[in-house]
């Protein structure tokens, strides 16, 4: 089943794992006004000394308002011949409706591999017609990453889309002209510390499944535990970073299971056993039995994650926050970031705050 | 409760040699010996021994003789070192605290390494006569000189990254004043400056009284604890080692004892006496790999620019990466202690269990560095176990600048490994706070015979170089062509980057 | 490009050619620290004293770290005023100088720091305090996780934090000494758990109410004493003068403040793992 999607290292259990840390940054404005691009690549600038120049990346979601109904999917070929199989495989099992090259400036000096982009609908056949529209994707998604050397899909949500490769932040968007040319109402960006795998594009954060984004600042140490239960639901791990387990249990979680992000938090970042003997029965009752049953999606060790997906911006620390997060808002905007420096950059907030370890801070889209 | 456990040692008294003159008794600090009034005559207690040897050293008849105790059936299993853990463990209910280095039969790669010399096709050198260069450099070095050429001049343009220049391969490795007494402290301080090398002081700070004459000759350390930790502390150093990890217990933190906290070590640390001097597993502003950058450049800042910041880790599992991310995070030196380093003090199931022994830690690391193009980026110093000149030739062949030295250095200056340097008893005067006990080592003569392990070590280093017909140890430095493995697998002679004996 | 990229060091322009962002007015310097980064503000500070400058104030600091670290001075004494938000390790090993902050601060404000002040008007983020060996550090409102993490003192170096809200977890871990206050203000009550875990050293004092178990194991709650409030009110005075007018609610007082009920912990024993070893 695994195959050989980052191409480059052995696929036995027996995984060299990525270690990488770094800033985050997230910004959503509530009401769903979209805005664009400057303000995240700001802050990350203000950060830059977290990164090492070796990965930055951005989800931006609202994009595409006139492919709504679509699956956008971000292609990366490493060799441009790829795109021949690519191109066969989707219109196999999709309607394209539109595909075209991501822009991409000429002059930056990054050595880029080239980006495609499709919009497209499925089209089930045969047993794959009780499958969901979104498990659908997800199946052809990992087959493309799985099967088809060289290349790579970067995203495959509705509306959004996730831009990333090697290099700090700021050069990443100035490659794909963030700035110039697109308008979200949540973006989350990354600028990665890493020590594995360092010329590898697909490497960068946010890592996506369907729309749904995470970023990640840390290494956790529950990792072997945490891929091998997801290895139990289908979840491969291609990467091996510590993102792709997170964003695998995010959807296991959250999208097949349906558990709200409050619960799926205290999964994660669960209370101390000596705080949830103190709880009253029935709490208590519940924390146990949720970390009795979900014990291997605790997520140890250090980290900070924002979450995304359509409707929802979630910044979470782990429980004893060993990395950084400060929440800041200002009218509908709602920040997340490694540093307050970087949101004092780009506004001047009403209200900035560090939540507690494991308390998640949520932005959720105004019901108009 | 009655203890249920025996000794270790038995005491061989010659009855016809021994004439009661009682310096066993003064000799040793475990209480071993005793003079009975009854009997009129010395006598010994076995089950206190710690087999240190102090007392046959000293005995001024040789009339003792302190063997080991081998008492149950012999297993190969539940081997006795396991036995009497359970046994200690039933009465105490506590975790079981050792020093020095890992003592468990485990592979010794140095072991399995052979080294090259020259015959016929290229000569070999002779040590005795021509030069022998041992000269080392430690930092980052540029990628490349801009030199600017005028009339009769040249000028390097390039700004130059601060190096640390030493006259042997060997550094003393981090052993802090309080682990350590101060005269055995002292007598490597004195050593390594008399030889043109550097020793360490390990995180218990530097004594004020040692800071002007030392500075240029001491690396001194930051660890989790910061003790002893002021802005004058780094500024009179030659580097400064940020420690993160040490290879008898990586992963943990230590504690000296409060016991052992006596004045001058309480000035030197900045702590009151008697507290415990607490070290935390981890430094709590470094979680993550860009945290360590945050303190690598906060040291930077301290020291204007001026010193090499090395970053000590223990040899673990991904060792490769995490140096990769060391080097990258602008440690200009990075130091990797091996399983068999050694300690003041550590739960045995540290030392006998976790870390990789560092003849692979070293080859993983400077292969990847040289795979990720950054390896002169950073100088590599290995520690953990170096025992002979031909252990530091194989760390310098399969990639190390230089190797630090602890172990080797504290057996020189007398030590025996009897492994209870945790109790703070040590009869040689080394591990220890007693001012009766530490006066025993005359910092001058400990100095001395350090000094003479260097010179020793140094002169042995020359000839082996000589044999493979190299006169500068730059050229030794990662030459794996000057290594042969036997004895080892397909994987181990691939992660050592060497061939097989004959191939 | 070069195999290895450095964000710190790359692009750091001479000083040369930042000299510009500097303005001296007698013995007062301004910086404006808008385009400047981390080294090269720091770059600019060190200049300012060498050349003699007793005060230093910067404009427009957003995210530069370690101000005030670069200043191993033994015999110099200079005061330093920010505008902005500075980064991580804000006074960092500082050795004397005193540091004074319009606003938040964030990560290891007073890291390792050895003499000196730093006032911060506003909040400040994690180990706050860490490892702080000697001098004082105010901060206006709340602190992160482990606050005063390792604090330790020898003989009169006594290392003085004053937090005039709250702390989160772990506040006084590992602590070795030093005079640790969380005033408590604006709340009901304190949320930090594992408070003192470790500590064997030094007093915290928490004003407000706090439930035995949100203290670690090694820490005893002891009465308060003559000499405790005495030692509170200097530090309030003090709190009083550096933030009335500074955002603090104008009504409080000293009296106020000591009136409500104030737990002294004290760790128990000077040697809290003496007993889990065996030999």
């Known amino acids: 089943m695994i195959n050989n999607v980052s191409k480059l290292r052995v696929t036995d259990g027996r995984v060299n ?63 441009e011949e790829v795109k021949q199989k690519v191109d066969g495989f989707l219109n196999k099992y999709f309607d394209v409706v539109d595909d075209e090259e991501i822009p991409t400036k000429e002059d930056v000096n990054l050595d880029p591999p080239m980006f495609w982009r499709y919009f497209v609908k499925p089209q089930k056949k045969g047993k794959d017609k009780i499958l969901s529209d979104d498990d659908y994707v997800v199946d052809k998604v990992m087959k493309i990453n799985t099967g088809i050397d060289y290349a790579y899909v970067f995203s495959s949500g509705k509306d959004m889309g996730v831009f990333k ?61 945490n891929r091998r239960f997801l290895e139990m639901y289908g979840y491969y791990c291609t990467l091996f970073t510590d993102t792709e387990v997170i964003a695998y249990a995010v959807d296991l979680l959250m999208r097949k299971q349906k558990l709200p992000i409050e619960v799926v938090a205290k999964i994660f970042a669960p209370p101390m056993w000596d705080q949830i003997d103190r709880m009253e029965e029935k709490k208590k009752k519940f924390y146990t039995t949720l970390r009795m049953v979900y014990a291997p999606l605790l997520i140890n060790g ?67 | ?169 060997i550094l003393f490795a981090g052993m802090s004043y309080g682990a350590i007494s101060y005269n055995a402290f002292k007598s490597l301080a004195i050593a390594a400056k008399k030889f043109g090398t550097l020793f360490n002081t390990g995180e218990g700070g530097m004594p004020k009284d040692m800071r002007e004459e030392f500075k240029d000759c001491a690396i001194v350390q930051c660890a989790s604890g910061r003790f002893g930790v002021d802005p004058e502390y780094f500024n009179y150093s030659a580097a400064i080692e940020i420690k993160i990890g040490q290879g008898a217990k990586p992963g943990i933190g230590g504690h000296l004892p409060g016991e052992k906290v006596t004045a001058t070590i309480s000035s030197t640390r900045m702590i009151p006496e008697g507290t415990d001097a607490i070290s935390p597993a981890p430094h709590h502003d470094i979680y993550s790999i860009e945290d360590l950058s945050m303190l690598i450049y906060a040291l930077k800042e301290v020291t204007n620019y001026e010193k090499p910041i090395c970053v000590k880790i223990a040899a673990v599992h991904n060792v490769a990466a995490i140096a990769s991310g060391m080097v990258r995070a602008g440690a200009d030196i990075i130091a990797i202690d091996g399983f068999r380093g050694g300690t003041g003090a550590t739960p045995k199931i540290m030392r ?29 110093i290995v520690g953990g176990g170096i025992r002979c000149a031909a252990d530091v030739v194989k760390a310098i062949a399969l990639g190390a600048d230089a190797v630090y030295i602890g172990t080797a250095a504290l057996i020189a200056l007398g030590c025996t490994m009897c492994q209870r340097c945790h109790t703070g008893k040590c009869a040689w005067g080394i591990c220890t706070q007693d001012p009766n006990l530490s006066k025993r080592l005359n910092p001058k003569v400990g100095a001395e015979r350090a000094y003479n392990l260097l010179r020793a070590w140094s002169l042995e280093i020359k000839d082996v170089l000589g044999g493979m017909g190299i006169n500068a140890i730059e050229s030794l430095r990662g030459n794996r062509d000057h290594l042969r493995g036997i004895g080892l697998e397909e994987w181990e002679l691939k992660v050592l980057g060497i061939k097989g004996a004959g191939e | 490009m070069s195999k290895l990229r450095d964000p710190f060091m790359d692009n750091v322009r001479k000083i040369e050619n ?29 200049l300012c004293v060498e050349k003699g400058a007793e005060k230093i104030i910067l404009k427009n600091v957003c995210g530069q770290r370690y101000i005030g670290t670069r200043l191993f001075f033994p015999d110099k004494k200079v005061e ?42 506003g909040r400040a983020g994690d180990v706050v305090a860490m490892s702080m060996r000697g001098g004082r550090v105010f901060i206006r409102d709340d602190v992160g996780y482990r606050t005063a993490i390792h604090m330790k003192e020898y003989k009169d170096k006594v290392p003085v934090l004053v937090v005039g809200g709250t702390s989160q977890d772990f506040l006084g871990e590992y602590m070795a000494g030093g005079i640790v206050v969380l005033l408590g203000l604006n709340r009901g009550k304190h949320l930090a758990n594992y408070i003192g875990t470790g500590m064997h050293g030094g007093r915290i004092y928490v004003r407000g109410k706090l439930e035995k178990y949100q203290l670690g194991k090694e820490v005893g709650i002891v009465e308060m004493e003559e000499e405790d409030y005495k030692k509170l009110e200097s530090l309030v005075k003090d709190f009083l003068i550096y933030f009335k007018g500074k955002g603090l609610d104008e009504k409080l007082d000293v009296d106020e403040i000591l009136g409500e009920k104030i737990t002294k912990l004290i760790p128990v024993s000077k040697r809290p793992y003496g007993r889990i070893y065996t030999y």
């Open chain 1, 17 to 79: 794992k990525d270690i990488q840390s770094c800033a985050i940054f997230g910004v959503m404005d509530r009401s769903g006004r979209r805005f664009g691009g400057k303000m995240i690549i700001e802050a990350m600038k203000n950060m830059k000394v977290r990164g090492n120049g070796l990965g930055g990346g951005f989800a931006v979601y609202g994009i595409y308002p006139e492919y709504k109904d679509c699956y956008a999917i971000h292609v990366m070929f490493e060799k």
């Open chain 1, 165 to 225: 490769g090697v290099g700090f932040p700021e050069e990443i968007a100035e490659l794909f002209m963030l700035e110039e040319l697109y308008k979200g109402y949540i973006w989350t960006a990354h600028s990665r510390f890493p020590t594995n795998t360092p010329g590898w594009w697909g490497g960068a954060h946010p890592f996506c499944i369907l729309d749904w984004t995470v970023v990640h600042n840390g290494e956790i140490s529950s990792y072997g535990t």
């Open chain 1, 302 to 368: 250090p980290f900070t994650i924002i979450i995304a997906h359509h409707g929802e911006m979630i910044g979470l620390t782990d429980r004893i926050r060993l990395r950084p997060i400060t929440a800041g808002e200002k009218g509908d905007l709602l920040f997340v970031s490694s540093e307050e420096a970087a949101i004092r950059a780009v506004c001047k907030p009403d209200k900035v705050w560090t939540p507690k370890g494991g308390e998640p801070v949520i932005g959720r889209l105004k019901k108009r």
């Open chain 2, 1 to 169: 409760m009655k203890s249920h456990l025996l000794p270790e040692f038995i005491v061989e008294r010659d009855e016809e040699r021994c004439d009661n003159c009682k310096v066993c008794i003064k000799q040793c600090p475990f209480d071993v010996h005793y003079y009975d009034e009854e009997r009129e005559k010395v006598m010994s207690k076995s089950e206190l021994c710690v087999g240190c040897q102090r007392c046959v050293v000293y005995c001024p008849r040789n009339a003792l003789r302190i063997v080991p105790y081998k008492a149950y059936r012999p297993n190969d299993y539940w081997h006795e070192d396991y036995i009497r853990d359970i046994k200690k463990q039933a009465e105490s209910g506590g975790i079981i605290l050792t020093s020095c280095g890992s003592s468990r039969r485990a592979k010794v790669y140095w072991d399995h390494i052979l080294l090259n010399a020259s015959q016929v096709t290229n000569p070999s050198i002779d040590p005795l006569r021509e030069p022998m260069e041992l000269r080392t450099f430690l930092g980052r070095k540029p990628d490349y000189l801009e030199i600017e050429f005028s009339e009769d001049d040249v000028e390097i343009k390039t700004e130059l990254y601060p190096n640390l220049m030493i006259e042997t391969p």
């Open chain 2, 352 to 380: 006998e269990h976790v870390g990789i022994p560092v003849e692979l830690a070293l080859a993983s690391v400077d292969q990847r560095l040289r795979e990720e193009g950054i390896r002169n980026k950073c100088s590599i």
């Open chain 3, 18 to 46: 930042i000299a510009k962002a500097v303005k001296f007015e007698g013995n007062m310097a301004k910086i404006d620290a808008r385009e400047l980064n981390h080294k090269e503000l720091n770059d600019l500070i060190r």
């Open chain 3, 80 to 121: 330093i005023e920010i505008f902005g938000t500075p980064g991580n390790d804000l006074g960092m090993f500082m050795n004397g100088h005193k540091i004074v902050v319009h606003g938040n601060a964030q990560d290891g404000v007073g890291n390792t720091m050895n003499e000196g002040e730093i006032i911060v008007e």
